[in-house]
T-cell receptor
Framework: GENVEQHPSTLSVQEGDSAVIKCTYSDSASNYFPWYKQELGKRPQLIIDIRSNVGEKKDQRIAVTLNKTAKHFSLHITETQPEDSAVYFCAAGIQGAQKLVFGQGTRLTINP | SAVISQKPSRDICQRGTSLTIQCQVDSQVTMMFWYRQQPGQSLTLIATANQGSEATYESGFVIDKFPISRPNLTFSTLTVSNMSPEDSSIYLC??????????FGPGTRLTVL
């Protein structure tokens, strides 16, 4: 079955700097790649997603890139702010959003 | 996106007992899912709750331990049976939206003593 590896497990950046989180997946049939942000004690919230027919997608300070050949995708956050501090999860789905396999998570800390 | 609620939000239970968690959505959805998130860990899919038929379980999860009901397109329940301390986790339901994205409920924090 699908396996998703996420790195790094923890990331600390200065406010205003950029943060990059990377994920690799094993099943070339995966076609949907969402990113979720989970604040302490809260539910995971979808922040951006990308499908396999697109190489890059951007939403304000957040962007995701996908390299299907290498089977990896990345989350880029620019101009980081303290409210970006959270745990971020990547996921991969073979049947679109139906059967998601999640990465291990990255705890992002923004230092003021 | 759909508004998803779960009950209870948290519970403390004794080992050997069972707990039923409810998930309610404010609109009809085709797909509903149940996940487990162990303390400090990632999310693991338990099963897909199918309306009108038996749930589809992922490897490592069985119906006897996690029976699921899906009586209609807006409601599902997950029961955690014969609980042990290892079942202490957050249990989350999620739904697939019409836009082929997945949204999560607020979760149920379960502690088993």
């Amino acid at each position: 079955g699908e396996n998703v590896e996420q790195h790094p497990s923890t990331l600390s950046v200065q406010e205003g700097d950029s943060a990059v989180i990377k994920c690799t997946y094993s099943d070339s049939a995966s076609n949907y790649f969402p990113w979720y942000k989970q604040e302490l004690g809260k539910r995971p919230q979808l922040i951006i997603d990308i499908r396999s027919n697109v190489g890059e997608k951007k939403d304000q300070r957040i962007a995701v890139t996908l390299n299907k050949t290498a089977k990896h995708f990345s989350l880029h956050i620019t101009e980081t702010q303290p409210e970006d501090s959270a745990v971020y999860f990547c996921a991969a789905g073979i049947q679109g959003a139906q059967k998601l396999v999640f990465g291990q998570g990255t705890r992002l800390t923004i230092n003021p | 996106s759909a508004v998803i609620s779960q009950k209870p939000s948290r519970d403390i239970c004794q080992r050997g007992t069972s707990l039923t968690i409810q998930c309610q959505v404010d609109s009809q959805v085709t797909m509903m899912f149940w996940y487990r998130q162990q303390p400090g860990q990632s999310l693991t899919l338990i099963a897909t709750a199918n309306q009108g038929s038996e749930a589809t379980y992922e490897s490592g999860f069985v119906i006897d331990k996690f029976p699921i009901s899906r009586p209609n397109l807006t409601f599902s329940t997950l029961t955690v049976s014969n609980m042990s301390p290892e079942d202490s986790s957050i249990y989350l339901c999620s739904v697939e939206s019409f836009a082929d994205t997945q949204y999560f409920g607020p979760g149920t924090r379960l502690t088993v003593l």
